[in-house]
Every structure is written in structure tokens, then in C-alpha cells.
């Protein structure tokens, strides 16, 4: 992926921590699915973007052991890998309207 595009997904991660699974980013659905394991840029990526989701729904700044962030890092990046999936086949996914960088539900 190109350098600006990652830092261009790394502010609408911090800025954006609310956006829908449909509204998430083909790229990273793309990245996501044709990787074995998360990069570094995805764990960048995810661990941003569920911080700044957790901190905006709790109303403050939320510190969370590095295990914790590890384990949504993952469960995140496995959705993301679905939802690219269901992108190909052109069908809708169960999670599309729920938020993209929430791990609620998903363990």
C-alpha cells in the first residue's frame, strides 16, 4: 500500500473511529484478506482506530493492556478479512452495520 494512502487510513482511523463495516476501507479489506497474519501497518491500523473507538465511547482516554489490544487487533482484522470476502461475492455481511472497529460480539 502506498505510504500516504496508510497515513491518510491511519487519520480516518483516529478521526473516524465510528465508521460502519460497510463504510470501511476497500484497501484495508483487500490487505487484510491476503495477508496470513496482520502487518505491522494493520496492527497500527487496528489498534488506532480501537482505541479511538473505546475512547469515544466510554467519553474518555481508555488504557488497556497491550494483551487486550493484541486480542481485538486480531478479531478485527479476522472481520476485516470476512467482510472483503463478502465484498467479492457481492453479498451483504451480518456485520455491516455494526462498527468497524468495535470488538463487541466478536469474541
Same mark, same amino acid.
Given at each position: 500500500?502506498? #505510504? *500516504? ?8 482511523? =483516529? %478521526?473516524?473511529?465510528?465508521? &460502519?463495516?460497510?463504510?470501511? #476501507? *476497500? ?8 495477508? =496470513? %497474519?496482520?502487518?505491522?501497518? &494493520? ?20 488504557? &488497556? ?43
Amino acid at each position: 500500500m502506498d #505510504p *500516504l494512502m496508510e497515513e491518510d487510513f491511519l487519520l480516518l482511523a =483516529a %478521526e473516524h473511529p465510528d465508521i &460502519l463495516c460497510s463504510e470501511a #476501507p *476497500l484497501e484495508i479489506l483487500e490487505e487484510s484478506a491476503s495477508e =496470513a %497474519e496482520p502487518t505491522r501497518y &494493520l496492527e497500527e491500523f487496528f489498534a488506532t482506530g480501537y482505541t479511538a473507538w473505546l475512547s469515544k465511547k466510554h467519553g474518555r482516554r481508555v488504557r &488497556l493492556p497491550k494483551e487486550m489490544i493484541d486480542r481485538a487487533i486480531l478479531v478485527l482484522w479476522f472481520r476485516a478479512s470476512l467482510l472483503n470476502t463478502s465484498r467479492m461475492m457481492g453479498q451483504p455481511n451480518n456485520d455491516d452495520a455494526l462498527p468497524f472497529f468495535s470488538d463487541e460480539e466478536l469474541y
